[in-house]
């Protein structure tokens, strides 16, 4: 008897889901990828599951993901020193070499892998492959603690997005194969940059019309002062958060890529804890949600 309360159960989650797969059908997600998770081999299975799962029910993912830890690893395994401004690193030739490597070849390719053994099929590029992402030399200035006076930093080959043609990555989604994005791009002076992988996502996202961008963290989502989960946000609710101290740190910049996102073209924007097993279907394909979601006003 209690088998068949377990399978009317299953029955029951399919039903609450079917609206959400309704709702999704045709439609693209985009999923940043990085933190905790990649270096946790049950955490990259239950990925894998979660986008070949969406796939299988008509929804296009695109994967973009990070690799920070993993090029801090190499470039020390190579004797390669790393200098930090402002907690940004900066990027010399010999580093963006290194960075490419691991992220366009070990990372790239690990989690091509791990959709395939979940049974899908995924095409691992970067910004660089069919001129997906153009990218131009970020600007990033700096305060003299003593002085006040601002000076430009050069972070050397560190870029952000300027153009992406998304032609790859719906031909990709419409043979019914995951593309995998590696965060580099390509300069129109023909260097090769590196892009911050949640910067990335977003410009993927807005340039898609992406019904959702997901920013896979390694924290709930957007807490307020007592700890609770803000569950409903919008770029207002966000600057008053900013203002009054609730938001801070790493999260700044995270929720500064789901505001440009939704404002540019993209529906609404989560972040969510990629620690908890199967965050993302939790979010989409049941009434509670699991992280927080940014809506444009």
């Not at 101290?245 to 993209?266: D, F, N, Q, R, Y």
Request: with cysteine.
């Amino acid at each position: 008897m209690s088998s068949d309360k377990s399978m009317l159960a299953k029955a029951e989650t399919l039903i609450e889901a079917l609206p959400y797969f309704q709702r999704y059908a045709g439609r693209t997600f985009v999923v940043k990828y990085g933190g905790h998770a990649m270096g946790d081999p049950e955490a990259a299975r239950d990925f894998a599951e979660d986008i070949v799962l969406l796939k299988a029910v008509g929804i296009n993912p695109v994967v973009v993901h990070g690799g920070g830890p993993q090029i801090g690893a190499m470039l020390k395994k190579l004797g390669v020193e790393s200098r930090f401004v402002d907690g940004l690193r900066v990027t010399d030739k010999a580093t963006a070499e290194i960075a490419e490597m691991v992220l366009s070849g070990s990372i790239n390719k690990e989690l091509v892998g791990w959709i395939a053994s979940a049974g899908g099929k995924a095409l691992g590029i970067s910004g660089r492959d069919a001129g997906l992402v153009t990218a131009t030399k970020v600007q990033r200035t700096t305060k003299d603690p003593d002085s006040n006076i601002e000076r430009v930093v050069d972070l050397g080959f560190v870029g952000e997005p300027s153009k992406v043609d998304t032609t790859i990555l719906e031909t990709a989604s419409a043979a019914g194969i995951i593309p995998v994005v590696a965060p580099i791009g390509a300069g129109e002076d023909g260097h090769t940059y590196n892009i911050n992988a949640d910067t990335m996502a977003g410009a993927i996202a807005a340039a898609l019309g992406a019904a959702r961008l997901l920013l896979l963290t390694d924290v709930p989502g957007v807490l307020d002062k007592e700890g609770t989960l803000l569950t409903d946000l919008t770029p207002a609710d966000i600057a008053r958060l900013r203002e009054d101290g609730t938001i801070s740190g790493g999260m700044i910049p995270k929720l500064e890529t789901c505001i440009h996102a939704v404002e540019a073209g993209c529906e609404a924007a989560v972040v969510l804890d990629g620690r908890v097993p199967h965050a993302m279907l939790l979010e989409f394909f049941t009434s509670r949600g699991a992280g927080t979601l940014i809506r444009a006003e």
